[in-house]
């Protein structure tokens, strides 16, 4: 007779040992002076079954192993230490495993208190004996054990079976446990949310299920005889709201510093309008933008420095124009990343920072959607299968200020006519096609639009205006990933875009525009990469990536380039044509090397190529990274390396640029450290360093060529910016109540324009930033937030007196040493509170977001009157309340 | 999005730049022997061999230029203290002190509103070895190296002798020019035949005068009552808009015609337009180059209020047309 082995693990031993050193039993004798005494034992609701280590498994090897379990005050394991090492990787299995517990919190002196219990998980294989089958004979092709989502014995049919699925969402839940609780059956959701038991007999019984971030589940079925039921168990998240976390435990680390936004973070920062890019701006390394405008100012560096990816792809902007949201709707993505500096490889072509946008792959796991209504905008997402394996997810917004613009605006005088619209919207849609183990094809595309139509008449004034602006932007990214082996992954991904802009403007009775403006940037570009673990000690990240893009100007424009002195020549406009065509090759390696168990290296080379109109340009850019675990919960890190970015279009046109300019160079340097004391929270700090040169700045120096004429130079590869800060991030992590962080940046940021001159302040030097975010929910389906931003002003020139020009009528500034100065620090408080209600397929939120309640007002930019005697401050965001809601399905 | 900031927030707004209120420099003139430029204006135009430039040659081309600057301060009684100097020009039109400083003219002002025969504050610069080292300077300033001409400037400075730091400042930009292009002749300041006005269509005479010169038979000062509305329209000639020949960086030239604009202020009223003529906006929209002037309201006695029209061309020409109109309440 054959038999099979369950490998089992007994973990509900318990008899916790209360470990206090200023408690005493209840029963001890009393003390000379007061103790505290502990009034209630903590009580295990909820255990993990570990994993049990599978070579020990394989060497039938079974193991005891004590562990000490800190319990903080609300029930939740913050510590877990092994108080004897067994080895053969029980060890681990079981603080794995203990760090999921939850308890009913002890109680010092009747109050819930945090404590420290002793126990011992026991890892054993139980043969069993195969059952007689009680209908037919069993096979030897059925399984000798049950996959973990089943329980019962494994021969007798299912007789209960469900589904687990998150109520407000209808998400299916893995990993939770179902119980029968009278026959004592436990299973393990899988990643679908289902469940099977086998077996049972007719009668009633109680179905509990339980996770750590749900309320417990008990509901009575009952069983007839020769009937199996199916059930469906819908799962209240903690505290009311949804939310999820995202797992980075499988996330190769290659780089020093990478800030990852959790999909919850992304949409309830106060103060962000629920944009989860604007969110990044609130992380450590980035100054705050002016008049809330998506900006990424990193470490310094220009916004045009930071490099924006989406899936690998660069992307010239995230947000709709004039500081609108960004394009992106939060369902489609799965994360994203900042990495301000010393980034990877295979992020290449910038020397600032990287933003890496992470795409949300769809499911076919029903219908899913989401719809948000607001003062400004209304947007939706719907997610549907078509087949078991093809998917698909679109998502679209449009925004209606035009409506409310009317209201508003000044009415023209009669007989006139006065329309501005400006209207925006984005659209995006995803297909997945499952290939299972031959890997996943995906295609995504997205698209946008600004527009912005100004028409103003009066028949009193021989002026009017007909403005058209319009900024489009559209992607399209295929990708095929397949898996090789159990580590290896290779990705291609071909990708093509267009990005368009144009202006043009006219009198309201012209047929024709008399000045425009277009630009048409299309772009190829293509992507293969292999990334995964090569051995033990090895891991790779490898890869090709090719961006070929084409931009054409056409302009109608009164300009006379030619002309020694255009200053108030009234020129005709003449329509100009020119085009850039650029291709660039990088090859990137990444290489893994865990040099030993605490010391991990990184070195990277990056090799970019670019033809630029004809021209060849290189730059060839070694980084090392490396990161060693002084403790188990602290790891200090360091980097140095070389990054390039090559110049923009505009500046290698052969007439209104300079095609002799080079690659932009910058070498990065950073030292830091991560320290995470629990599970909640970590602190993670750095210095850095940031050194760059031959940067493109504008000339107004004027060149005889060989044939004795006159050149204008326009550019040079002659500025340096030097830039150097500390930053920290405290974090407290997403759990049932509460996620947020204080991050601070300290950072000085300098530039020369021209080799003698003095290095200067840059524009968005920004010596001190701090934000601090919070979220709580009390319960109840209530989320309040806050945010609270500090950050210095930026530099200004003072204006002294000024001059009349007796020859133009104007008043010229006479100003003081350039950015010498800064407008006032800025402080701002947002608040916000959402109500969520959870319905069984569906949930409805009702947010306010208030941006600066408490009215502070703060100087983004200075304005004079027209002899600059008089000055006010162009002030920010005044109190700025915006109600909406929101719902999910 | 500044424009949502600036309604949310309330916008600020600024005293009107066309309603003379206190002391202000209103225009600065130059004039040169008619002899040398071919009429009067702010550049001269002389022989020069750039290679090989001869001091003495260029110092004898030279002639003597006369800079007037035209001072305005309603609001005070007072006299006033004026100085001039010759300089290269820095890019906040007062003088690049890393070069020569020439003084031009210094004195006192009698109060600009009040004196019945008012003497502006003129200078004369004359062509000197002082001069010449300017000019030297002003190439060595200048990347295009006197292609276009070599630039300097006279800056002027005015204040109340009695209360420090009451300086205003205004700069007039001056010019030498080789032939370049060979066809190239001096520019001479813009005029017009007269000043076309008018209330509600019924015309009226616009008299080239202060408030404070003695009515006599050539000129009366016309008259509006409290809220009418004066249409202002500058009568050019037909030479008024000069054509001429700009230096290209390829080392030809460009006939191009100059385009005159006129900037109106006044010590009280307000007008539909503070700037007219001049090229075209971006949007294509030409200008008109009359505008409206709404006579104050709310006066108590009748005031005789002065109005000036400043007319320039895009090459440093400028000049004056003061008048004055009563209004009565």
Redesign the interface.
Known sequence: MSRWYLAIVLIAIWSPRAIADDVRAPDAPPPAKKVNVVTRQPKLLQAVAPEYPPAALAANKTAKVKVRIKIDAAGLVSAVDVIEKVGDGFDEAAVAAALQYIFEPAEIDGVAAPITVETTINFVIEKVEEPEPPIKKPTTAEPQAGPPNHAGNMLLPVTIEGTVVERGTRRKLGGVIVSVVELGLDAVTAEDGSFKFHGVDAGSYKILASDPKFDRLERPITLAKREAVEVRLWMRPKGGNPYETVVEGDREVLEVTRRTLQRQQLTSVPGTFGDPIRVLQTLPGMQRAP???GLLLVRGSNPDDTGIYVDGHEVPSLFHF??GPSIFNVEMLESIDLYPGGFPARFGRHHGGAVALELRPTKSDGIHGAAKVDFIDTGGYLRAPITKDLSFAVAGRRSYIDAFLGF?LPKPSKGGQRIVTPVYYDYSGRLDYNLHENGRFSLFAIGSSDTLHVLDQNPDS??????NTSVKFFRIIGSYVRPFGDDLKLTISPAWGRDTLSFS???AE?SGP??SIGVVNSNLSYRARIAGRLSKRLYIDTGLDVLSRITSYQALI?I?D????T???????SKVFRGVSSLGMGLHLDLGVDVTAKLKLVPSLRLDSYVIDGQDRGSVDPRIVGRYQLGKDFTLKAYIGEFSQPPQPEAVDVRFGNPNVGVEHATHFGLGYEWKPDRLWSIDSEIYYVRRRNLVVFS???V?NDD?????VNFLNEGRRNSYGFEVLVKREISEHAFGWLSYTFSRSHQRSHPGLPYIATAFDQPHVMNAVASWKPGRGFELGARFQLASGRPDTPVL?????????EY????GERNSVRIPLFTQLDVRAEKMWLYQTWSLGLYIDIINVTNAVNTEAT?????YR?S?P?????F?PTLGLRGTW | MAFVICVLSGCTTFEDPSIVLDLRIIAMTSTLDRVVSGGFGPEQVIEVDLEHPNPTEILAQLRPTEVCGLVADPAAHRDLRWKMTVCVLGLDNRCDLDHPVIELGSGLLDDPDDSETLKQPCATLFPDQKLLTILREAVAANPVQALGGIEYGVVMEVDDPLIPDSSVFAAKHLRVAGHIPATRRANINPYINYLDAAVTSVGIVIPRARCNDTPSISFDIPEVRGGDVVTLFPVEPESAREEYFAPTLSGGAEKITETLTYQWLAAQGSFSDTTTGGGHDILGNQSLLGTEWRAPRGLKEPTNISIWMIQRDERYGVSVLETCIRVTP
């Open positions: 008049f809330g405008l004039l500081g508003v021989a002026v009017s205006t007909n403005l403007g006219a009198q012209a008399f000045t009164p006379d030619s002309l020694i002195n200053n108030g020549v009234d020129i005709p406009p107004p120096d004027i005889q004795g004429t006159f050149s204008n007196g000024a001059t009349f020009d007796a020859d133009s009528g010229v500034p006479v100003r304005q004079y009157d027209y002899r008089e006010a162009v002030s920010s965001f005044p700025l």
